[in-house]
């Protein structure tokens, strides 16, 4: 069996965004030789057109008219997009609840969901779906798991999925949109999830492939999310962190003018799907969702096939040589490979998928006992063990990918706790107290390299630029250019050689030819040490500035935890959240 893996090696988000996701690259170079040598008569003739019989084409045709199911061929950086009411196992995670009753009101539906499951052709073993303590619905292990053990099976003709930059969907199409299909299949990954998953849990549950009701399914899904999307103001005030503010911002406004932009046009969109259905169909996409790189269809035996009975009759009929025959069946492989394989990641489509039951597993930063994989010969998708397996008892997590906390939050709803993928947006260095920094390092800024520094885009941009669409999904916002610094690897570079230049001496500044790009490396101990003091107090500035301590924090957590009638969940997770902020921001000031 060929397993594409699922696992994240890391994104962006980030990203953002969502911002954070590489895709692996193939190219493929194919160079046609029409001269084709074969045996006749005891001589080697050479011929300027192929000698494959128009016959033997007939097996390409139909390779590339019958393989359109979609194949899933994740790279090594490709994000795992989960349910957004539930956190995982260690490290700790907070998570949010619904607000349609909580986890019980869900685990009543799950029952029949599970029987739905078995009876559609799900195959799952060694595994429950339960919860614990303040957990969301999770998958757990009923006996001790081995390594590489297939724990969940599911066929593709029960997933939703969608190809990006396109797709297309007849039902959907013919739905919603009769008289624009384009609508459809311009709009974004997450418009179109939520327009399929609307359309099975209040027009039509029958599934396009297999004539499977997907009801049971859809009943089992949240119906209401309290991500911050929802959150009261000074609720999200409480944050203490402006760009999660602008991302949450730039989101609901992304989302509202992609529903106003289909509905103005197509009055079958606009009175089937109400905009508070839209939302919680991008909800449930965002945060179910997993990608790859599209890589064509599963594997289909019927050219293969065709082709053996043609070759057989070709050759028994006397119809031409051995070598004509495998020349034809050479073409039908190359034909499926280029579709399958190589078109694909030349053009960069990108798939994403709800997968039923798989949907279900929770995150967790590092070590990860649970893997996504596509099965190319079986048309499926599969969830197995990873590293040295799992006990019994314990939640079966995988990585939804390098994933930070603002956009776990966001999207998913909770907080990881010193997540190593996380990061911290100061503001950008137009905005930093210089006289500060000056004093703070013993040098004074000479003339001319605020202005060098601007022109090559090293200082951000001015504070009160309107938010751009130009990312597709909104994450860890950072339009005015701010300072990224990430757990894994502290201070962005660039930053470090803006500070040398910007506190250069005179004489530092002369010897660099007064240009931003010698100041790459270290110029002198004297500079080093200066520019990174002054990172470090402009560091210590963000962290004075906000309204709470790190302990005053860790005291309020205490007492909210303490309280026996329990806080609403969203007051804690904003306190949870600006905690792990500023752990971050403490953690590189020291290592500064």
Partial sequence: MANFSCQASLVSVNQKQED?????????KQSSNKEILHATNGRRIRHRDTMTPTLLILPTIISLATHGAAAFTPSSRILRVPS?????SAPPLLAVKTSDGSTASRLKRIKSFTEWAKESGINYAGIELSSADKSGLGLYATQPLSPNAILIQVPTKLTLSVESPKDYNKVMEQTFFPSNPKLYRNAPWWACLSIQLNYYDKINPTSQQGNTSLQPWMDSLPRVYD??????PSTLHDLHYPPILEAISLQKSKWKHQYDTLASQSPEFATQIPYPDFVWGCETARSRAFSGAYSGSAFNPIP???VAVLVATYLALGMGTVEQAANGAALVVCGTILKDFVLPKL?????????????????????????????????????SVLGSGVDMGSEVCIQYGPRNNDQLLQYYGFVEKDNVHDIYILPPIRQWDIGALEVACGRKVGPGRLE?????????RESNIQLSDSSSDGDAANEIGGVVLTRATGIDPAVIQAMRALVSSDEEWENAGEAIGNFATQVSPENERAARLAIKRAMELELESKPTTVEEDENLLQIMNAKSGGVEMEELLAVMFRLEKKKLLKEAIRKM
Avoid at 84 to 88: E, G, K, L
Avoid at 452 to 460: F, I, N, T, V, W
Wanted: hydrophobic share 40%.
């Fill in 452 to 460: 060098k520094l601007d022109r090559a885009g090293l200082l951000g």
């Fill in 227 to 232: 991500t911050p999307l929802h959150w009261e």
């Fill in 304 to 306: 293969y096939a065709t």
């Fill in 20 to 28: 954070i996701n590489g895709h692996l690259q193939n190219t493929s």
């Fill in 84 to 88: 957004a009411v539930r956190p995982s």
């Fill in 347 to 383: 053009l960069k489509v990108q798939k994403y998928v709800i997968c039923p039951l798989i949907d279900m597993a929770n995150h967790v930063g590092v070590d990860a006992g649970g893997n996504v994989a596509f099965e190319y010969f079986s048309d499926g998708f599969s969830l």
